[in-house]
């Protein structure tokens, strides 16, 4: 397993203004919320993470909430000088922040650019003004062609923007109506999610009641295979299962997840990996802010055998399009090889036509495979004793 310092960092802001009908993420409305107290427990948090696992160079920043963009002009100030006082970041630096449209005005997004933000994520999921409300969106339309303009008007040339498929009452016509419209505003890169039903959300209450009225499968998987045709046409590389970029705009932070590569995880209810150990952080913000004060704030760290490792590398991997290599494989678990390990299941994926490749070469998805992906990800979950190397 690799076992050098993190090259990824990842850091979780909590708030938002409301919870959406589908989130399950950590994140807490923010009103009456103790921000600032949670951005000196963060800067307390890195400075123990830091003295116990000294970074060597960060290529790559993602914050994600929650919305950060929550943050006033002030805080994201501090919060990123922070970032930059702790962390020594590479000249080439990808440094990403998720945020909503109608939370960046110009005097936030000059802060950011300020504090080196160099890539923005949209949460837009969807054009249709009815289909947003219905999923508890705040914004419109209008706010989106508002902060598009306004990021791009305060120097952002790397942005990018997340749609939902597969929603409550979505049609194929509305999915290709707002495919349109996100095209239309020639960004560099697009995040498109199916919608999963997860526990904990108003969307499974309602699913629970059979009142959550979703498209069929066959229709789900028209909407996927629309999204793919569109965006590959107009010159976008779909390079992982939901992404898709322009020639050399994919998104680095990302890839460190899909390479099974280690990363650093920091703030309420965020995960990390590093030297062969996962942790996931407290999770409320009070509790968090209290931890973070004495101690690293763990809620549990766990060893990752080196067995898990391995399926966890096939099923993150052949997330992308280009698949998983063998090269990359012995180099993470010296002295092992994907075939030895994995001989059986990809047999049986070649066979069906899901996966192509060769054997010390590498293997990836097949057009067949594409829209199957989970069924591919999911033959290499508990197939290895855990005694493996």
């Known amino acids: 397993m690799l076992m050098h310092a993190p090259r990824a960092l990842y850091i979780h802001i909590p708030f938002c203004t409301n919870k959406c009908h589908y989130c399950d993420f ?13 951005l000196d427990a ?12 000294p970074p060597e160079s960060i290529d790559t920043v993602f914050v994600g909430g929650g919305t950060p963009t929550v943050l006033t002009p002030t805080q994201m100030e501090r919060f990123l000088a922070a970032v930059h006082r702790h962390f020594p970041l590479a000249p080439n630096v990808e440094f990403s922040m998720e945020a909503n449209p109608g939370t960046t005005d110009s005097e936030k997004l000059a802060a950011m650019l300020a504090g080196g933000v160099n890539r923005i994520s ?8 009815g289909l947003l409300e ?23 040339t790397n942005l990018s923007i997340d749609l939902m498929f597969g929603l409550p009452k979505q049609t194929v016509e509305h999915l290709s109506d707002s495919v349109d419209k996100a095209l239309q505003l020639g960004l560099t890169h697009y995040s498109l999610y199916s919608l999963k039903v997860e526990e904990n959300t108003l969307f499974h209450k309602l699913y629970e009641r059979n009142e959550l009225p979703l498209p069929t499968e066959e229709e789900e998987l028209e909407m996927f295979m629309l999204v793919m045709n569109k965006l ?11 992404n898709f970029a322009l020639p050399g705009m994919e998104s680095r932070h990302n890839s460190t997840y899909w390479r099974n590569e280690p990363y650093y995880g920091l703030g309420a ?19 968090y802010i209290e931890a973070a004060g004495a101690r690293l704030p763990r809620l549990e760290t766990n060893r990752v055998e080196e067995a898990e ?33 994995f001989g059986a299941q990809l047999e049986r994926l070649l066979s069906e036509g899901l996966l192509q490749g060769k054997p010390g070469e590498g293997y990836r998805l097949t057009d067949k495979g594409i829209p ?18």
């Open 42 to 53: 963060l800067e307390s948090e890195m400075r123990m993470t830091v003295a116990a696992l």
């Open 232 to 242: 590959q046409a107009a010159g976008y590389k779909h390079y992982e299962i939901s």
């Open 269 to 287: 209810g965020a995960h990390g990996y590093a030297r062969g150990e996962r942790h996931l952080n407290i999770k409320g913000v009070q509790p």
């Open 122 to 129: 949209f949460g837009v999921q969807s054009f249709d003004n």
């Open 134 to 156: 219905r999923i508890g969106r705040i914004h419109n339309s209008d706010d989106v062609y508002r902060s598009i303009e306004n990021a791009k008007m305060a120097g952002f």
């Open 309 to 341: 490792a391995m399926e966890d590398f096939m099923m993150v991997g052949l997330r992308l399009l280009e698949g998983v290599r063998c090269e990359a494989f012995s180099r993470q678990f010296p002295g092992h090889t994907i075939e030895a390990m």
């Open 26 to 38: 950590n994140s807490f409305v923010l009103k009456g919320q103790p921000v600032d107290a949670y």
């Open 372 to 389: 199957l992906g989970n069924e591919v990800f999911g033959a290499f979950i508990g197939v290895l004793p855990t005694s493996a190397g």
